[in-house]
C-alpha cells in the first residue's frame, strides 16, 4: 500500500474550497464543510492520512515535511483554486521528486486534459466518482489499468482510461466518522447555522433535479439519488456519538436529502431512537405530513435552495418549483417549529432589477430564520456555464470565480444588468433582509436568551460587516 497523503491545500485565508462546499470562496461569515469527498477514500487507504489545511489554519511547511516521508499525494481542487493547488503541488515534488500527486474534485472531473496540460507536476487525475479509483492507485495498481483517470506518462504523454462504473451499493462505504476521528479537530468546522460543533455526512450521492447552476450532480455526483439504507446512517451516528460527545449537531450534507420521501421519514425515525438533534437539506416542497415526522424526531433546521422568488427565473434555472409551493412549505414550517436557512442566488438567467426586487421581497415575506445570497456562478461543466458561453454573459473576468482575496465575484453580465449591478444586489440583499424592526427583534431576542448565541452573533456581525467593507474594495 502506497504510503498515502489526503490534501485540501493552503489557500486563501477563510476560503472554503473542500469538496463539501457548493461554493468554492470566502463566506460572509468564516465556514468550513467538513471535506467528506476526501474522507471517503482515506477512510478505504490503509495507514493514509487526511489534512485538511485551511480550517485548520496550517500552512505549507508542516506538509512539506509530511510529503517527504509519502508515495502519494492526493488533493481535491477546484476552479476557484486550481492555479494555487497546482503551485502547491509543484512545491511537494520538488521537496520529493519520487511522489505521485493526483488531483480530485468536479474541476478536473470536467476539464481532465485541460487541467493535465496546465498542471505539469500532476501525474494523473480523477473523474467522477473516484473512490475505488484512488484506492486501487493506492494499492499499487498500474495507472493503464485504473478505470476514470486520466494520466501522463515517463514521456509525457496525457491517456484518458475508460470511465469508471458508478457505485451503486452505497452501504460498502466505510464511516467517513473514523477519519473524523483520527485526522480532524471538529470544533474547526463551523457554520453560522448550524450549532456548533457539528458534523456533517452523506447519507447518499445524486440529485434527480436538474438544476442548471448546481456543481455536484452535474460533475460528479450524477443525477440519480444512490442511498445508504437507514440502518447503516443510523449506524455511523451512533459510533460518531461515541467518538464525539461534544457534537451538538448533525448535518445530513446530501444534495437533496427529501428527494426519497419514505427513506427520509425512516432515516428521521432511526434519529429519534438515537436522541439527536440534526439538519438536511431539502427543496421546498415537502409535505406537511413528512415535514412533521422529521420534527418529532429531532429535525432543527433544514437548509433549503430558494434561489429566486420570480418564477420565470425558476423556470429558466430548471428549477422545478413553484413559488406558491415554496412559499406554503415555508409557512409549514414556521408552524411545526422547524429553522430555515435559505439560500438565494442573483444574476441568474432573466435577473433584471426588477425580479431582484421581488426576490427580496419573497424573502422578507416568507422571513427563514437566515438566509445566504450568492452571486450566480457557472462553474465548468455545468449547463449555465455552457449557456454563459454561447450566450456570450462573461465579463472581462470570466475566467475568474473569485478576486485576488478569495471572495466571490459577478462573473455574469446581461444586455440589461450589469455585472456591477449584480454585485452590487448582495449588500442590498443583506441589508433589507436582516435590517427590518422584526428581524433585528428576533435576533436580539436569541440572544438575550442564551449567552453563547450572544457572543456567536456578536462575532458573525463583525465578520459580517468586515466581508461586506471587503466587497466594497473590491468593487
Not at 222 to 243: C, D, F, M, W
Not at 415 to 436: A, G
Amino acid at each position: 500500500m502506497m504510503r498515502t497523503l489526503f490534501l485540501q491545500p493552503p489557500s486563501f485565508d477563510g476560503f472554503d474550497g473542500g469538496a463539501g462546499s457548493r461554493y468554492q470562496a470566502k463566506r460572509e461569515i468564516r465556514s468550513f464543510w467538513f471535506p467528506t469527498w476526501l474522507a471517503q477514500p482515506a477512510a478505504m487507504v490503509e495507514n493514509s492520512r487526511l489534512i485538511d489545511a485551511p480550517p485548520a489554519r496550517m500552512g505549507i511547511e508542516p506538509i512539506l515535511k509530511d510529503v517527504k516521508n509519502r508515495d502519494l499525494v492526493v488533493m481535491h481542487t477546484s476552479t476557484p483554486s486550481f492555479a494555487s493547488d497546482v503551485r502547491v503541488a509543484q512545491m511537494l515534488k520538488d521537496v520529493n521528486p519520487n511522489l505521485k500527486i493526483g488531483m480530485v474534485g468536479a474541476k478536473v472531473a470536467v476539464q481532465p486534459d485541460e487541467s493535465m496540460a496546465k498542471g505539469t507536476p500532476i501525474d494523473f487525475v480523477a473523474r467522477n466518482e473516484f473512490d475505488f479509483t484512488i484506492k486501487e492507485i493506492a494499492e499499487g495498481r498500474d495507472f493503464k489499468d485504473v478505470d476514470g483517470i486520466t494520466w501522463r506518462d515517463k514521456n509525457g504523454v496525457i491517456t484518458a482510461n475508460r470511465d469508471r462504473a458508478m457505485i451503486e451499493d452505497m452501504d460498502s462505504l466505510p464511516f467517513v466518522t473514523e477519519v473524523y476521528k483520527r485526522d480532524l479537530r471538529i470544533e474547526d468546522y463551523f457554520i453560522g447555522y448550524l450549532m456548533h460543533p457539528y458534523i456533517s455526512i452523506y447519507t447518499g450521492r445524486g440529485c434527480k433535479s436538474r438544476c442548471t447552476f448546481c456543481l455536484w450532480p452535474q460533475t460528479v455526483g450524477g443525477h440519480r439519488y444512490r442511498t445508504r439504507s437507514p440502518a447503516h446512517v443510523a449506524a455511523e451516528i451512533r459510533l460518531a456519538k461515541q467518538y464525539f460527545p461534544q457534537v451538538r449537531e448533525f448535518m445530513f450534507d446530501d444534495d437533496t436529502f427529501t428527494d426519497d420521501l419514505p427513506r427520509a421519514e425512516a432515516i428521521a425515525r432511526e434519529m429519534g431512537k438515537l436522541g439527536v438533534t440534526w439538519s438536511c437539506n431539502a427543496k421546498a416542497n415537502v409535505p406537511y405530513e413528512t415535514l412533521k415526522v422529521m420534527k418529532e424526531n429531532g429535525l432543527r433546521l433544514l437548509l433549503v435552495g430558494y434561489e429566486s422568488g420570480n418564477q420565470q427565473i425558476l423556470h429558466n434555472i430548471k428549477k422545478g418549483m413553484r413559488v406558491e409551493t415554496a412559499r406554503e412549505f415555508t409557512k409549514n414550517c414556521h408552524k411545526l417549529g422547524i429553522k430555515v436557512h435559505g439560500t438565494f442566488i442573483v444574476g441568474l438567467p432573466g435577473e433584471t432589477k426588477e425580479t431582484i426586487r421581488e426576490t427580496i421581497n419573497f424573502a422578507k415575506d416568507i422571513n427563514p430564520h437566515t438566509l445566504q445570497v450568492s452571486l450566480a456562478a457557472p462553474y465548468p461543466g455545468t449547463f449555465l456555464h455552457k449557456q454563459a458561453t454561447e450566450n456570450g454573459w462573461f465579463n472581462e473576468s470570466e475566467a475568474e470565480l473569485i478576486d485576488e482575496n478569495g471572495v466571490q465575484i459577478a462573473p455574469l453580465e446581461y444586455p440589461h444588468l450589469s455585472h456591477t449591478e449584480i454585485f452590487n444586489s448582495v449588500e442590498e440583499f443583506y441589508r433589507k433582509f436582516y435590517f427590518r424592526a422584526p428581524k433585528i427583534a428576533s435576533i436580539v431576542n436569541e440572544m438575550v436568551r442564551s449567552p453563547q448565541m450572544m457572543k456567536r452573533r456578536l462575532r458573525e456581525g463583525l465578520e459580517f460587516f468586515q466581508f461586506l467593507r471587503d466587497r466594497n474594495r473590491a468593487a
